[in-house]
């Protein structure tokens, strides 16, 4: 199985043979049309879980639609309002409307689910979408603890369906040239990594500000950071230490149970450090977000918009700053990369494999801040 490249949307246009919009399954070679039951040539999606993410997806996957071959049948939620919205923003295409995910993953019509549930019922979500015969998109990350991670990756190994996380910066020009930089030597050997995530806005209710459901902010989003961390490596760290904890937004509401600061140091393979910093209370128009690879001759950094390449030469530093197409949205592309792996027998780029390392590093810097101990990667792998 040949692992999928990564995909412009020129490109998509250009293998799917699409320009605008209505069926064109006709014109794809028969190898790569959806794997579908009976008749049916388009790829059927069902979402499960429409919330503000969910929805969100559905949103693109629809942009998607107009130039390519999908349709959406199927859309669960729980929340009637939710699932009438989107089913509404469906259209003509009249996807059915689901309360029980049961019967959404028993319909011959669906051929693979998109779920955007809250983290602690991924495992029972995807686990039983694969075991129905579904291909999935599943968010990240896998899950709030280890259990759930091996879950999820032993059904995916057993179903042969194509399971993709929704790592979208995987899909993203900014981080691809960061990795091919980095991975290439452009720098020189990387020894020191560096990465902040400062914001001004934080979750004030649900599932969000509950550790257990979410695995704490670490897991929750900066798993994003930790899925970037070890593409770009190409490893897993080794072990971690961290403190952090809840300051200023103490009782914010009274039942939160997640952090609203903290900060993480990992060792990776070959001596390379990696620090990184979460703060969500950082005063309004002081925030920010960057991720640094400092190599023995030069840096590579993302720098919110902008990916920039530091090189040291004769004493002096010569930047060169890589421009981004403006129209480029890493959702939609990771989305339409989904599609063609299924096409296409593919494995995704943010695969099984992604999404398993990700999240245990999360879950790695979590353990060493709630433990106050420096904790080694063995004591999670189950
Ligand atoms: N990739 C990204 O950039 C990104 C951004 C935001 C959120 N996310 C992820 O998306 C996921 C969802 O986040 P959200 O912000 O949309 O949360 P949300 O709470 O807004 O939405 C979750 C939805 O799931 C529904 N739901 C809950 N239990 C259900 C069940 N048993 N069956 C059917 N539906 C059920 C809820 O009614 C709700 O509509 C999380 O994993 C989150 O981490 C990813």
């Not at 959806?34 to 942009?63: C, I, K, M, W, Y």
């Not at 259209?91 to 689910?113: C, F, N, S, T, W």
Request: aromatic share 6%; hydrophobic share 35%; charged share 25%.
């Amino acid at each position: 199985m040949h692992q999928e490249r990564p995909l412009t949307r020129r490109r998509f246009l250009k293998t799917t043979g699409a320009v605008t919009g209505g069926s064109l399954v006709a014109s794809l070679p028969a190898s790569s049309r959806p794997n579908v039951q009976g008749a049916n040539e388009f790829l059927r999606l069902g979402f499960l879980g429409v919330g503000d993410r969910g929805s969100n997806l559905l949103r693109h996957t629809l942009n998607c639609i107009s130039v390519s071959t999908l349709r959406v049948t199927a859309i669960c939620d729980i929340d009637p309002k939710r699932r009438d919205a989107a089913v509404e923003k469906c259209g003509g295409m009249q996807p059915a409307g689901i309360h029980d995910y049961r019967e959404l993953l028993d319909r011959k019509d669906v051929d693979a689910v998109v779920i955007a549930t809250p983290i602690h019922l991924h495992a029972e979500h995807a686990v039983a979408a694969l075991a129905a015969g579904k291909h999935c998109y599943c968010e990240k990350p896998l899950g709030p603890t280890p259990e759930d991670v091996k879950t999820i990756h032993e059904a995916v190994k057993k179903s042969g369906k194509r399971f993709q996380v929704g790592f979208q910066w995987r899909y993203h020009s900014g981080f691809l040239a960061l990795a091919d930089v980095v991975q290439s030597g452009g720098i020189g050997k990387v020894n020191f990594v560096t990465a902040a995530r400062h914001t001004a806005s934080y979750p004030t209710s649900g599932w969000y500000i509950d550790r257990k459901l979410s695995g704490d902010l670490i897991v929750e989003q900066a798993v994003h950071e930790m899925n970037v961390f070890c593409w770009v490596l190409k490893s897993h760290p080794l072990r971690a230490t961290g403190v952090g904890g809840t300051n200023a937004l103490k009782g914010t509401p009274p039942e939160r149970t997640i952090m609203d600061h903290y900060s993480v140091a990992y060792e990776f393979p070959n001596e390379i450090t990696l620090q990184y910093s979460h703060c969500i209370y950082t005063p309004n128009g002081l925030g920010g977000l960057h991720q640094t690879f400092l190599g023995t001759d030069g840096r590579g950094a993302r720098l919110e918009n902008t990916t920039r390449l530091t090189v040291s030469k004769d004493g002096k530093a010569q930047a060169k700053d890589i421009p981004l197409p403006p129209e480029e949205d890493p959702t939609e592309l990771a989305i339409q990369s989904f599609v063609q792996c299924i096409r296409q027998d593919k494995e995704p780029l943010a695969n099984i494999e992604a999404g398993r390392v990700a999240t245990l590093m999360a879950i790695l810097g979590r353990t060493a801040i709630q433990k106050r101990r420096q904790v080694e990667w063995e004591e999670l792998t189950l």
